[in-house]
């Protein structure tokens, strides 16, 4: 779900959705040098910053439990925090997550499968 707003808080884009074979091409059309980009932190929230990062300013992952006004929000769904999470962003009361670089996860892979291997010879 994808929502823009402008450096006052207005909402200029969205609430919209965007199928994930699409994103890519979505973003490289749409998002400027100048965009701030915040992601709620899901399954694909990693693929999703590392394929924007380097068009945009900033993205800032965030930890759904951290957003106290998202989580506690009645009913929570994808098109409110699409709208509530920009503002808080805007308004700096989002903690941003630390995000791994992009070769951490690959030696983490590498480091489970010489774990399983060596279980697996003894």
């Known amino acids: 779900m994808i929502v823009g707003v402008d450096s006052e808080g207005h909402q200029v884009l969205g609430p919209r959705r965007i199928r994930w074979p699409n994103s890519q091409g979505w973003a ?33 992952v965030v930890h759904p ?13 994808d098109r409110k925090a699409a709208l509530i999470l920009p503002q808080l962003h805007a308004a700096g009361l989002l903690p941003q997550l630390w995000v791994p ?18 279980r697996l010879a003894t």
């Open 28 to 60: 490289q059309q749409h998002l400027t040098p100048q965009d701030a980009v915040v992601l709620e932190m899901t399954t694909n929230a990693l693929t999703v910053y590392d394929e924007i990062s380097p068009q945009v300013h900033s993205v800032t």
């Open 65 to 77: 439990p951290y957003v106290a006004l998202v989580a506690r929000a009645r009913g929570k769904t």
């Open 101 to 118: 670089p992009k070769p951490a996860p690959q030696l983490r892979a590498l480091v489970a499968q010489r774990a399983k291997m060596v």
